[in-house]
């Protein structure tokens, strides 16, 4: 969905990677650019900056080696745009407290069981990650149940425990 409306509303030239064969076959009726694909191992076959920008959206948290890929948007992309679930929200925070469980949500759909998340990440854990890569963070924002911005100049501290997804857009 995200790149059919970037190559509709941006006019962008898009390429996506998707890791099911379904999903390969749903975009292709879509009329979208999309090979199968892992990020885990396949994005070593890119170029060095052969890509003005790359996306990974909520993803990063489903990959096995989210600094290996991470590291690799930022071989094969200018800038990189990586979002994800803000694990250290405050309602997870709450329902681990309360009821000594991993919450269930609307952005957070799965049992602890059957989630496609590997790696639970808070934004402090990606800033993180993003220093020890040597990353620049241009640009960040933390967002709420609803897809809206939250304090825009707020610290870190402040999204990690309000925001429930983040966006940041990085360069090397």
């Known amino acids: ?50 890509f003005d920008f790359v996306v990974l ?23 990189a745009i990586v979002s994800f679930p803000n694990f250290g929200h405050w309602r997870v925070r709450f329902s681990l407290l309360i009821k000594g469980r991993m919450p269930v949500t609307k952005d957070l759909p799965y049992s602890w069981y059957d989630t496609p998340n590997i790696h639970f990440c808070t934004i402090r854990d990606f ?11 241009e640009k960040a924002t933390a967002l709420d149940a609803n897809g809206q911005k939250i304090g825009l100049s707020m610290p ?13 857009l990085l360069k090397r």
């Open 57 to 79: 959206s909520q993803t990063l948290q489903a990959t096995r080696n989210p600094k290996l890929v991470l590291d690799e948007l930022l071989r094969i992309g200018n800038r």
């Open 127 to 137: 800033v993180n990650l993003c220093e020890e890569l040597g990353a620049t963070v």
């Open 156 to 168: 870190w501290w402040f999204w990690n425990f309000f925001g429930q997804q983040a966006v940041f």
């Open 1 to 50: 969905v995200l790149l059919e409306v970037l190559q509709a509303t941006k006019r962008v030239d898009g390429r996506g990677l998707e890791l099911s064969q379904r999903g390969v076959n749903e975009c292709v009726a879509r009329g979208l650019s999309v090979v199968q694909g892992d990020a885990d191992k396949d994005l070593e076959f890119y170029p060095d900056k052969g």
